[in-house]
């Protein structure tokens, strides 16, 4: 049982990641229910930018939390 995973984007373009976003949330475990995102701000924010517009039908929602080199995605069930 993985009910959390984590992906992270460091050193990818904006259209590498998006790529990699949909991969990765196409082939994880049914199991998981929360995905961690890892895409930086201190270099950028254009990773961060797209990771928080990004649209996916798995997605119930977003969690922008006190780090902002991350984003939570919660998927649904």
Same mark, same amino acid.
């Given at each position: 049982?993985?009910? #959390?995973?984590?992906?992270?984007?460091?050193?990818? *373009?904006?259209?590498?990641?998006?790529?990699? $976003?949909?991969? #990765? $949330?196409? *082939?994880?475990?049914?199991?998981?229910?929360?995905?961690?995102? @890892?895409?930086?701000?201190?270099?950028? @924010?254009? $990773?961060?930018?797209?990771?928080?517009?990004?649209?996916?039908?798995?997605?119930?929602?977003? @969690? $922008?939390?006190?780090?902002?080199?991350? *984003?939570?995605?919660?998927?649904?069930?």
């Amino acid at each position: 049982m993985s009910y #959390f995973s984590e992906i992270d984007l460091h050193g990818l *373009t904006a259209e590498q990641a998006r790529k990699k $976003l949909d991969d #990765f $949330l196409r *082939t994880m475990p049914k199991d998981v229910r929360e995905v961690t995102v @890892i895409h930086g701000y201190r270099g950028g @924010i254009a $990773l961060r930018d797209m990771v928080r517009r990004y649209k996916n039908p798995k997605i119930e929602k977003k @969690i $922008l939390g006190m780090n902002q080199g991350s *984003t939570v995605f919660v998927i649904k069930s």
